[in-house]
């Protein structure tokens, strides 16, 4: 097996955590959970498989608790892996893990990998925007960047390079779980967008240096130009550009579903929080931050 430590961060993943750890043995000797104290049998999995676990309590901050597995962790390997408990890589992707793990040139300190997405169990192959992502790094020189929304594995030394091969997030909960979830990020993506209109969040002048992929950055322009865009009609265009211009219309009654949820249900409720935010507060950033801590339990600094 390669020496690679991969993290998981967990909270009540009793569904996944064993695919999750028998896929992660296939390509690391070590794997640990950060987990936020389930009360299901998540430990009790894990720990039966040989994964060792450590707990630590959520904050809100998925950043912020990966980065604390990466500083109070015992890593014994140079490098890491992060995966979330409902992703898996395929079997091509672990076979050219394998094949190129020796002979990663020196100068390069990430690897990034393209995510497919699972939804409804049918794989999301048309109308989606590529997401690539930076999961395997050298034990300290990456760590997760605190962002509200799309944070990612950050380089503060070396550089970076793309495999060929993707891992997917297949997730099985049902569909309520995913309303549900996507409801409580709408409510930091409309902070992220209300950040690049009004400077909602302070940026520290202490900041470590970091290298942003070419992909994160490509994403971030992305929303840049979206955030200009006009509230709810920018959703709706989002939605016609994915499932017409980009064919999700082919992937069957899944796709609609998908691209309808996803990319104009979730982003029109987003623009509602946005809307909500700035209808109660004017262009007043303090008043914004009283307002979504009051009604939304969410501290912005």
């Not at 950060?34 to 901050?61: P, Y």
């Not at 590529?130 to 790094?137: A, S, V």
């Not at 996803?262 to 982003?267: A, E, L, N, T």
Request: proline share 1%; aromatic share 16%; net charge positive.
């Amino acid at each position: 097996m390669l020496n690679i430590t991969t993290i998981i961060l967990t909270y009540n993943e009793e569904k996944h955590i064993e695919r999750c750890i028998k896929n992660a043995q296939r390509f690391s000797n070590e794997i640990f959970l950060v987990d936020s104290f389930s009360n299901d049998r998540t430990i009790e999995i894990a720990q039966s498989m040989g994964a060792k676990v450590i707990q630590n309590k959520w904050e809100n901050n998925y950043a912020k608790q990966f980065n604390h597995g990466l500083t109070n962790l015992p890593i014994s390997n140079g490098w890491v892996f992060r995966l979330d408990a409902d992703e898996y890589l395929t079997d091509a992707l672990i076979d050219e893990i394998h094949l190129k793990f020796s002979s990663i040139p020196a100068d390069v300190s990430g690897i990034i990998f393209e995510r497919k997405m699972y939804f409804l169990d049918k794989i999301m192959n048309k109308g989606m925007l590529r997401m690539n992502m930076l999961r395997l790094f050298r034990y300290k020189h990456g760590f997760c960047e605190e962002r509200w929304m799309d944070e990612h594995i950050v380089l503060n030394k070396g550089t970076s390079i793309m495999y060929d091969n993707y891992f997917v997030d297949h997730n099985l909960n049902p569909l309520g779980w995913w309303i549900q979830k996507h409801n409580g990020y709408s409510i930091r993506e409309a902070v992220d967008l209300l950040d690049v209109e009004y400077g909602l969040i302070q940026k520290s002048e202490n900041a470590v240096h970091y290298e942003v992929t070419a992909d994160a950055k490509y994403k971030r322009e992305k929303k840049l130009k979206y955030a200009k865009m006009k509230l709810f009609w920018r959703s709706f265009i989002y939605f016609v550009y994915r499932y017409i211009f980009k064919f999700g219309f082919t992937e069957g009654k899944e796709g609609f579903l998908w691209h309808f949820m996803q990319g104009w249900w979730y982003r029109t409720l987003v623009d509602a929080k946005v809307y909500e935010i700035k209808k109660a507060c004017g262009n007043d950033t303090d008043k914004m931050k009283k307002f979504i801590k009051d009604n939304y339990q969410l501290d912005i600094q």
